[in-house]
């Protein structure tokens, strides 16, 4: 199995867990959030099913991403990876709109007196904590994919897996609160959270939008990638450096200067090193374009007396 195929099946594995626990936190956190009469919780349960929505459509993407290199594109379909993470920024600041709005009301209807809520239920308390271990648990697990295969779209997940921690740990403060008499805090504390989620969704989508809109990579790239062809021995000097960003995966090209008077054969020998140099020391790096020509003079600065 290659390392593209092992970082899919990780990728993967990732996202059906997400999807599987999600599933049953959206089935289990809103019902009891109607039924244990909880704003807060039945706001993460609505959280929980807008999760499940994306996570379907991240599904389909992966799939896509994993196709191989084709006629109408040769560079393969990575960039589906970032099409789906901007798909789950799309929907974290959806729900991040929808449960402020939704607990504003809420908390305007307490302070004019026509809610009904008392409070919330127990059932509704330990059921938040039970979803508070299972999100730190996918957070913790789905970072740490994300960094192991460099996926876009699951870091996108495990920072919208951490957003929930933080809606749910509100959600057990509001309804502590709640049952201690303070009703207001438990929609309010949605409200707050909301905040959170928000800024995240916005974050993932700027992220997103600079791979699809094919941004320079870090300038640590082009400063490896320069150390690395100056020292392949034949190079004379390393003139310019192209990188572009091809979903996950990196392109690159390098103008260099070589002896001009050597043969072709052994320019392309000094180009084929280069090449292979960069694919040993460069991640993800894709495919690698080498041009040389004879090395132009430098030149000398003279004092003039």
Same mark, same amino acid.
């Given at each position: 199995?290659?390392?593209?195929?092992? #970082?899919?099946?990780?990728?993967?594995?990732?996202?059906?867990? =997400?999807?599987?626990?999600?599933?049953?936190?959206?089935?289990?956190?809103?019902?009891?959030? /109607?039924?244990?009469? =909880?704003?807060?919780?039945?706001?993460?349960?609505?959280?929980? *099913?807008?999760?499940?929505?994306?996570?379907? %459509?991240?599904?389909?993407?992966?799939?896509?991403?994993?196709?191989?290199?084709?006629?109408?594109?040769?560079?393969? @379909?990575?960039?589906?990876?970032?099409?789906?993470?901007?798909?789950?920024?799309?929907?974290?600041?959806?729900?991040?709109?929808?449960?402020?709005?939704?607990?504003?009301?809420?908390?305007?209807?307490?302070?004019?007196?026509? =809610?009904?809520? *008392?409070?919330?239920?127990?059932?509704?308390?330990?059921?938040?904590?039970?979803?508070?271990?299972?999100?730190?648990?996918?957070?913790?697990?789905?970072?740490? %994919?994300?960094?192991?295969?460099?996926?876009?779209?699951?870091?996108?997940?495990?920072?919208?897996?951490? #957003?929930?921690?933080?809606?749910?740990?509100?959600?057990?403060?509001?309804?502590?609160?709640?049952?201690?008499?303070?009703?207001?805090?438990?929609?309010?504390?949605?409200? !707050?959270?909301?905040?959170?989620?928000?800024?995240?969704?916005?974050? &993932?989508?700027?992220?997103?939008?600079?791979?699809?809109? #094919?941004?320079?990579?870090?300038?640590?790239?082009?400063?490896?990638?320069?150390?690395?062809?100056?020292?392949?021995?034949? /190079?004379?000097? !390393?003139?310019? %450096? @192209? &990188? @572009?960003?091809?979903?996950?995966?990196?392109?690159?090209?390098?103008? &260099?200067? /070589?002896?001009?008077?050597?043969?072709?054969?052994?320019? #392309?020998?000094?180009? *084929?090193?280069?090449?292979?140099?960069?694919?040993?020391? &460069?991640?993800?790096?894709?495919?690698? =374009?080498?041009?040389?020509?004879?090395?132009?003079?430098?030149?000398?600065? !003279?004092?003039?007396?």
């Amino acid at each position: 199995m290659t390392t593209h195929e092992s #970082n899919d099946r990780r990728n993967l594995l990732a996202v059906n867990l =997400s999807l599987g626990a999600n599933l049953a936190l959206a089935a289990v956190k809103t019902t009891v959030g /109607v039924v244990g009469h =909880s704003p807060a919780l039945l706001a993460d349960g609505i959280n929980s *099913t807008s999760d499940v929505v994306y996570l379907l %459509i991240i599904r389909i993407f992966m799939s896509l991403a994993g196709k191989e290199p084709d006629r109408e594109h040769p560079f393969g @379909h990575r960039q589906f990876e970032s099409i789906a993470a901007v798909v789950v920024g799309a929907f974290v600041i959806t729900t991040a709109v929808a449960i402020f709005w939704n607990a504003v009301s809420q908390v305007y209807d307490l302070f004019v007196g026509q =809610s009904e809520f *008392t409070g919330a239920g127990a059932l509704a308390l330990w059921v938040a904590l039970a979803g508070l271990i299972l999100k730190i648990w996918l957070t913790v697990f789905t970072g740490r %994919i994300g960094r192991q295969t460099g996926s876009i779209a699951i870091s996108a997940l495990a920072r919208d897996h951490r #957003n929930d921690i933080l809606t749910i740990t509100a959600a057990v403060i509001g309804i502590v609160l709640g049952r201690a008499g303070y009703l207001w805090v438990d929609p309010l504390a949605a409200a !707050v959270v909301a905040f959170g989620i928000l800024y995240t969704g916005i974050e &993932i989508i700027q992220e997103s939008s600079a791979d699809l809109m #094919n941004v320079f990579p870090d300038k640590s790239v082009t400063e490896q990638t320069r150390r690395i062809v100056a020292d392949v021995q034949g /190079v004379e000097q !390393v003139e310019e %450096i @192209h &990188i @572009h960003r091809i979903g996950l995966y990196l392109l690159i090209q390098v103008t &260099i200067g /070589v002896d001009g008077t050597m043969t072709v054969a052994d320019g #392309n020998a000094i180009a *084929t090193e280069v090449e292979q140099a960069l694919h040993r020391h &460069i991640e993800y790096l894709h495919r690698v =374009s080498i041009h040389y020509h004879p090395s132009r003079p430098r030149r000398v600065s !003279v004092d003039k007396q």
